[in-house]
């Protein structure tokens, strides 16, 4: 039986991919978390086979989470869950230790195997996936600036690039307003632009926005 624990804000979602889930009898959901606080916490005193995450949970991003899981759990398979297309985050993803990607947009029998086949240790990636990967490889040293920025700089670019004000994207995040400012002002300086604009029409260009 794989025992997994879900991570996502969304109570509906968490109970929408359990009933899908059911449809599996080897896999049983043993366990919820509505952000990166509480499936940390969970992780560190309840064994689970794996975790179903979803990217953008409220306070810290997916990614960090991700990346605090593999520094204590290092064998633990995460498969990352997303609203957003593989172009935005896949490679992040993979590159933080993530043993598959998904869109919500998969079909439940997708989901579930990729549960299986990650559960038993492999990875799971699309075609499209893989092709990037190893454009990234190949291009592993012409980085292209926004593979300068941290993860939640890149988050919030994406946000931002997609139209969202700088105070939409503090309540999306449960930040504030002042430190999205901050980062905005990071963004900007790293990529050597000066407004919006700037950053919206170079997200489009490279296919980071929906």
């Given at each position: 039986?794989?025992?997994?624990?879900?991570?996502?804000?969304?109570?509906?979602?968490?109970?929408?991919?359990?009933?899908?889930?059911?449809?599996s009898?080897?896999?049983s959901?043993?366990?919820?978390?509505?952000?990166?606080?509480?499936?940390?916490?969970?992780?560190?005193?309840?064994?689970?086979?794996?975790?179903?995450?979803?990217?953008?949970?409220?306070?810290?991003?997916?990614?960090?989470?991700?990346?605090?899981?593999?520094?204590?759990?290092?064998?633990?398979?995460?498969?990352?869950?997303?609203?957003?297309?593989?172009?935005?985050?896949?490679?992040?993803s993979?590159?933080?230790?993530?043993?598959?990607?998904?869109?919500?947009?998969?079909?439940?029998?997708?989901?579930?195997?990729?549960?299986?086949?990650?559960?038993?240790?492999?990875?799971?990636?699309?075609?499209?996936l893989?092709?990037?990967?190893?454009?990234?490889?190949?291009?592993?040293?012409?980085?292209?600036?926004h593979?300068?920025?941290?993860?939640?700089?890149?988050q919030?670019?994406?946000?931002?690039?997609?139209?969202?004000?700088?105070?939409?994207?503090?309540?999306?995040?449960?930040?504030?307003?002042?430190?999205?400012?901050?980062?905005?002002?990071?963004?900007?300086?790293?990529?050597?632009?000066?407004?919006?604009?700037?950053?919206?029409?170079?997200a489009?260009?490279?296919?980071?926005?929906?």
């Open positions: 039986m794989i025992r997994l624990i879900i991570a996502d804000d969304h109570t509906l979602v968490r109970k929408g991919l359990k009933q899908l889930i059911l449809e009898p080897d896999i959901v043993v366990d919820e978390a509505k952000d990166g606080r509480e499936v940390i916490k969970k992780l560190e005193t309840s064994q689970y086979d794996m975790v179903l995450m979803d990217i953008s949970l409220p306070g810290r991003s997916g990614l960090d989470v991700l990346k605090q899981i593999k520094e204590f759990k290092p064998d633990l398979p995460v498969l990352m869950l997303s609203m957003h297309p593989e172009e935005q985050y896949a490679v992040r993979i590159r933080a230790g993530a043993s598959g990607y998904l869109t919500k947009e998969s079909a439940p029998a997708e989901l579930l195997s990729a549960i299986h086949k990650v559960a038993a240790g492999g990875k799971y990636i699309t075609s499209t893989a092709e990037k990967l190893a454009v990234e490889i190949e291009r592993k040293t012409d980085a292209v600036l593979e300068t920025l941290s993860d939640r700089e890149y919030i670019l994406c946000m931002m690039a997609s139209g969202k004000t700088v105070k939409e994207v503090a309540e999306i995040l449960s930040l504030s307003v002042k430190t999205i400012s901050t980062h905005r002002a990071h963004i900007l300086q790293k990529m050597g632009m000066k407004n919006n604009a700037q950053l919206t029409h170079y489009i260009k490279h296919g980071l926005v929906d």
